[in-house]
Structures are given as C-alpha cells and as structure tokens.
C-alpha cells in the first residue's frame, strides 16, 4: 500500500493502489478513501527549529486559531516561497543595477583595472537574477503528464547558468588584469575609485544577506548560491579600496595586483556555488535530514521498523519516498491509517518537505519473504 501526501494544495492525496482523486484540501491530503485530514499548515517558511523563528508563537497562535481546510483560504507555500523569491530577485537587482551605474562612471573617469574587475563583477551579479527569475516562474507552474513532478528543477537549471555567468566574469577579471600587468597605464581620480569600493561593498553585502536569508528560509540552493557570489564581490570591492591606496602611495602596479586578487576571489565563489548547484543535481541532501525522517518514523505508533528512507530536492522543496514496516495481521484500512499518521508527522516536522510517499511492508510472520517475486529486480 503506498499513500502520497503532497503539500501543493489542489494535487490531493493519491493511493498507489488505483484510488486516487483529487481534492481541494487546507494541506493537500485529503485521503482517497474518504479520511479528511486536512490542517492548512505552511511548511515553506524554512527550517524553524533550527533558527528559532518565533515557533512558539506560531504553536500558539495554532491552538487558538480556527483551522482552515479550504486551499482557498490561504496561500500556497510553494507559491508563496516563489513569490519570496522573486520579491528578492527585483529588489537585489535594482541595488546592483545601481551599483554598477555608479562604478561604470568612476571607471571611465579613472581607468582602474581592479574597479572594472569589481564592475563587471557586480554586472554579473545583477544579471544571474533574470536566470533566477525565469526559473521561479516556471517553477510555479502545475506538475503535469510529462513533468509529474512539477517544474522546480528549473531552479537547479538556472543554478548552472549562474555558475557559469561567475565563470565568465572571474575570465575578463583575470584578463583584464594580466593584460594591465604587461602595459601598465596610470590610473586618475584615485579618490573616486576608493569611494566606488565603498559603495560596491555596501551595496553588495546588503544584496548578500538579503539573498542567503531568504534563500535559505525557503531552501534555494540557487538563490544562495546567488548570494554567496554577491558576499564575494562585497569584499572585492573592498579590495579595490587596497589598490587605490597603493596607487596614491605610488605603486601604480597595485592597481592590477588588486585585480589579480578579486580574480582569484571570484574563483572561490565559483567553487562554492557549483559544488552546491553540483548537489542539487545530485539529488544529494543533508543527511541529517534521513536521521531525523528516521526517527519520527520510529516514533509513530503502529510501525514497527523502518526501512529505506530517500529524500531529494526538487526546486526548494523537499520529496521523500519511505518504507515502514507493519503488523502483518492488520486491515488494509488499519495499515492505511498508520501510512497516514507516518506521512502526517513527516511533512509536519520535516523542515521544508513537501510531499512524502509511504510504503507499507508486512512485518512477519518470520518464515515469509513478501518481495520475493522482486528479488531477481533488486
């Protein structure tokens, strides 16, 4: 028997064995076999146990709130997540578009090699969003026959071409500077260029803590990684405070040394952001997320082992597919009934998982192998 909860209100509860309907639910897992078990909790608020985000209020204000079953009534959390997204996404690009504005002009003003490092690098930034924004877009989009899973791999798809916007831009960095190591140029209004340091780290480091925030609180790999890129270019544009005081001390080759280095920075974040982009495609997640799935397993009344337990990523949300074990004698019904309590306790303490498929297995008697007919397939 195998029941799927899914968390995207209107995709209703599906039962593997043939009597799956769709239902319109608070939480998306309003059984086939005409058992409400609707609750309207988001899940899409990141991970609240580990941060501490005001849980006990929101357990409050749980107890004496009406509860709603109605998906009509509040907004999905996959929406809701992607809505997050690309507020931040706009916002971060106005900033960074701004940035670059500034810094373009000090640049044809003064000439420095390591500020037009810091420049392109910001410009780079502020582009990685437009990827970002079409995969948020299309991720929103319902699952269908073809893509039964949903679009939310589309992210992971934008987290390559952000990974390689880095790439291109650590390029023209290094170049650029190499190429003013072997014909150095003398550099003007010094004072300026130190000013466009100032201003490129501000505004980068906001953009940073804005995008690892929100990325993290609604699981986007992409979206952090996006923010990591934008931590780096924070302290490169510091670095080019480095190199305007060389050049006003008179060490006019400070300028490309500065430059070589914001390069070597960009290098790093690339490393960073495709390792994590690297993951997602993977299918890869923390495993203390399988101890934690195994667990609250262990604890719901009626299962008597776990077996497999595998999650992944698709998009910012969580899937996990699990066996758990039973008493043999037990109705379908009452086996059914456990699947449900186990996947219940699994969306609800899981942070950011969204949907969970349960299998239940006979458990005994001792002599009975239930898959045997399996064994050449496994």
Do not use: C
């Amino acid at each position: 028997m195998r029941t799927r909860h899914d968390d995207e209100h209107g995709d209703g509860h599906e039962d593997r064995d043939g009597h799956g309907d769709d239902h319109e639910s608070g939480h998306g897992h309003e059984s086939g076999h005409g058992q409400g078990h609707g609750h309207g909790h988001g899940h899409g608020d990141g991970d609240r146990r580990r941060q501490g985000d005001g849980r006990g209020w929101r357990h409050f204000w749980h107890g004496i709130a009406p509860h709603s079953h109605d998906s009509g009534d509040k907004l999905d959390a996959a929406l809701e997540s992607s809505s997050r997204g690309m507020r931040v996404l706009v916002v971060s690009f106005a900033v960074l578009m701004a940035t670059f504005a500034v810094q373009a002009v000090i640049v044809a003003l003064s000439g420095s090699v390591a500020l037009l490092g810091d420049t392109l690098h910001n410009l780079a930034d502020a582009l990685t969003a437009v990827p970002l924004a079409i995969a948020f877009s299309v991720g929103r989009r319902a699952a269908t026959r073809r893509f039964t899973y949903g679009y939310g791999r589309a992210e992971d798809l934008a987290g390559i071409v952000i990974v390689l916007i880095i790439a291109a831009s650590a390029a023209l960095a290094g170049y650029e500077a190499v190429t003013r190591l072997l014909d150095p140029r003398d550099i003007e209004a010094v004072a300026w260029v130190a000013v466009a340091g100032v201003v490129g780290f501000l505004g980068n480091e906001w953009v940073a803590r804005y995008r690892i925030k929100v990325g993290r609180e609604i699981g986007s790999a992409a979206l952090v990684a996006d923010g990591l890129h934008a931590r780096t270019d924070g302290f490169a544009s510091l670095a080019v405070l480095l190199g305007a005081g060389g050049v006003a001390l008179g060490f006019p080759i400070a300028d490309p040394i500065v430059g070589l280095l914001i390069t070597v920075a960009i290098l790093f974040v690339l490393r960073d952001a495709a390792k994590e982009i690297y993951h997602r495609l993977m299918d890869a997640v923390d495993p203390a997320l399988v101890d934690e799935a195994e667990r609250i397993l262990r604890a719901v009344d009626g299962v008597e082992r776990v077996g497999s337990v595998r999650m992944r990523w698709i998009g910012h949300a969580l899937h996990a597919e699990v066996d758990i074990l039973v008493r043999h004698d037990l109705t379908v019904v009452a086996a059914h009934a456990v699947a449900v309590r186990a996947e219940h306790r699994l969306i609800h303490e899981v942070p950011r998982l969204r949907a969970a498929t349960v299998h239940t297995d006979p458990y005994g008697p001792a002599d009975a192998d239930h898959h045997a007919p399996l064994t050449a397939h496994r």
